[in-house]
């Protein structure tokens, strides 16, 4: 009998897989297609080029187009088989993937690496549980589209093939972090259990940039020239002068603990007992617990044994409903009134706080939807009247019990940092998602794709602070001309210029402690425009929110990175170093007060943990992501990778 998987040996020299394995997954999400079809000159200028090859404009959209094709294809056959869909591991559809999966695979071509046809069967086979037989798998292809024409099985095995033969390459590079060497282990281990308390000196590079010599104009066209597409990144040492994405939003912010203490005053005594007698025998119960406490609070029950039963009549004779309730009736021990008043008050409170500002935030959206439509009609007749007058959130505000917002231009970044609304989220109806809704950011609904301005977005915080907002003004991503950005290019100029001087001021200090056995307080004393300070103690890593160890950044210091735990944990009480932060724009002199426990009782514990690995495991795979990025990093210098413009996400 043939295999579920004969219509693609058919096609044996254009067979392609899409899909990393889950494990690789982990770590990275396998970049899309190589370029396809062909472009020509002048209407298709070059989007990137490498040492070797190039891809248009035409080509390099054509493949991002077919990611997303690979990716309906993988969820469509994977549906067949009975998978998940919300737990499928699809690949990101973004330029930067595309031209990285070429170069992987070119590097794979060097390599001498080839995909066979049974490689590719086998991942099918995995993909779909061998549960998919060929003419489901023929109808889902026969029904993708890429823009209005139908998808090849030609262009879709091809796509697949690359992605099996760029998986290798990268299993190829894992193997060497394999079976992690014992050194590793006790590396690994250190940097989650081991506290440093450090003095350092920061030199701030900014400082310092007045002795750097002027450049010249020639210099500083050059130095733009060369950072001119690149975004900024606070963490990165290099600069960047692209503007990024800003947007401007006005919002309405209703706080609970305002809401629910006003509301609160309006529920009666009235509706608290309405909803008593109502919930009583569901949501307040008598418990063993809360009986015995009642019964603390009364002072005990001496006298129990001398009182009639509750179910007697005075006559001593059993009551009928007391016997009912005796035999399992109906009539279930409740707490009193008066001891879950106040619950009730708050349950109400909250409940009517919540019903009034959904009431006020849908006539709010109503309003600025109106607005929305009277100002794209004004728009599109032209200029001769008046626009249309905005909502007024002042006004609003006051008569509704909220507070206004209106923002400057801002980033994604800049949004999230300030808190509130900048991190706050929706759950939405999600039918694919495995419990039928999902939770969608803030950024999501302001700075995602294709959102709209004056299209009203509702939100919430981890407080329970409640959020409308919408968008007044989007700014696309551009690149200034050097004229407008001449000072910012200055002073980045100078800032990478200056770190030599930085540097030179740091290690005077360190050597000058290191030679007089002195802390560094009194090394640059309390006249000077250096000071010192005390930092820890702190591990090398920490928790991170999502599980995995993140760097540990102490509140005494900026951006600490890498370079400086290395430098910090690699010395012994007493002794100094120089390191600079991440982005590299302070050079700390350093001195290590005291490592917590010693190494030789951390041995100990470490060689009774070595039975339990799992923490050292995560250590390790954040170590293998590192280089891994770093390997992809290395591979686009080798290729001298060139953008022609800023890839899209």
């Not at 000196?201 to 104009?217: L, N």
């Not at 509130?420 to 694919?432: H, W």
């Not at 039975?611 to 280089?627: C, N, Y």
Request: charged content about 30%; hydrophobic content about 40%; overall charge negative.
């Amino acid at each position: 009998m043939a295999g579920s998987f004969d219509i693609f040996r058919r096609y044996q020299r254009s067979l392609l897989v899409a899909v990393a394995i889950l494990a690789m997954l982990a770590f990275f999400v396998l970049p899309p297609f190589l370029q396809m079809g062909g472009g020509t000159a002048a209407g298709d200028p070059v989007a990137a080029r490498w040492t070797g090859g190039e891809i248009r404009e035409g080509q390099l959209e054509r493949s991002v187009a077919l990611r997303s094709v690979v990716n309906r294809f993988l969820v469509e056959a994977a549906v067949a088989a009975g998978r998940d869909p919300a737990r499928l591991p699809l690949f990101p559809e973004s330029e930067e993937a595309v031209v990285r999966t070429i170069l992987v695979n070119e590097e794979a071509r060097r390599n001498g690496l080839v995909v066979s046809d049974t490689a590719i069967n086998d991942f099918l086979a995995q993909w779909t549980n061998n549960l998919v037989r060929p003419e489901q798998l023929a109808a889902i292809i026969a029904s993708l589209r890429l823009g209005p024409a139908a998808v090849s099985q030609h262009d879709l095995f091809e796509a697949l093939r690359a992605e099996l033969t760029g998986r290798n390459m990268l299993f190829m590079f894992q193997t060497g972090f394999s079976g992690d060497p014992p050194g590793w282990r006790w590396d690994y281990y250190r940097r989650l259990e081991q506290q440093a308390t450090v003095e350092v000196v920061p030199v701030p590079v900014e400082t310092v940039v007045a002795e750097v010599p002027a450049p010249t104009e020639a210099e500083l066209r050059t130095f733009f020239d060369r950072h001119r597409e690149s975004l900024p990144d606070p963490r990165s040492d290099a600069p960047g002068f692209r503007r990024p994405r800003r947007v401007r939003y006005e919002a309405f912010v209703a706080r609970r603990d305002a809401c629910e203490a006003a509301a609160a005053k309006e529920v009666t005594d009235d509706a608290i007992a309405a909803f008593y007698e109502k919930n009583k025998a569901t949501m307040f119960r008598a418990t063993p617990e809360t009986k015995s406490a009642d019964k603390d609070a009364q002072g005990g029950d001496k006298d129990a044994k001398d009182k009639p039963d509750g179910n007697d009549k005075p006559d001593g004779k059993p009551d009928e409903k007391g016997q009912q309730d005796a035999a399992g009736g109906t009539a279930p021990d409740v707490e009193p009134l008066e001891k879950v008043r106040d619950r009730i008050r708050e349950q109400l409170a909250r409940e009517k706080a919540a019903a009034r500002i959904d009431a006020v935030f849908s006539a709010i959206a109503g309003d600025v939807g109106r607005y929305a439509e009277d100002l794209a009609l004004w728009k599109a007749r032209g200029a001769g009247s008046e626009p249309p007058p905005a909502p007024d959130v002042d006004l609003i505000a006051s008569k509704q019990s909220l507070e206004a917002v209106r923002s400057d231009l801002v980033t994604a970044e800049q949004a999230v940092a300030a808190g509130g609304i900048g991190r706050s989220f929706e759950l939405v109806a999600d039918p694919g998602s495995r419990f039928g809704i999902r939770q969608q950011t803030w950024l999501d609904s302001i700075f995602g794709q294709n959102t709209l301005p004056l299209r009203p977005v509702t939100s919430r915080d981890v407080e329970g602070n409640r959020y409308l907002s919408w968008k007044t003004d989007d700014q696309a991503e551009s690149v200034p001309t050097f004229t407008e950005a001449r000072d910012e290019v200055e002073f980045s100029w100078r800032i990478v210029e200056g770190r030599g001087v930085a540097r030179r001021k740091a290690e005077e200090i360190a050597s000058r402690a290191r030679a007089e056995k002195r802390p560094l307080a009194e090394v640059v004393g309390e006249a000077g425009p250096l000071r010192a300070v005390k930092a820890g103690p702190f591990t090398w890593l920490s928790p991170g929110a999502s599980g995995q160890p993140e760097l540990t950044e102490p509140e005494e210091l900026e951006m600490p990175g890498a370079g400086f735990m290395e430098a910090v944990f690699a010395l012994e009480p007493g002794e100094t170093a120089v390191a600079f932060n991440e982005p590299r724009t302070v050079c700390y002199a350093i001195r290590l007060d005291a490592l917590d426990p010693p190494e030789a009782a951390l041995r100990d514990t470490f060689l009774a943990a070595r039975s339990d690995p799992r923490r050292v495991a995560a250590v390790a795979q954040g170590e293998f992501s590192r280089s891994f990025g770093a390997w992809l990093g290395g591979l686009e210098k080798r290729y001298a990778l060139t953008w022609g413009r800023q890839p899209r996400r």
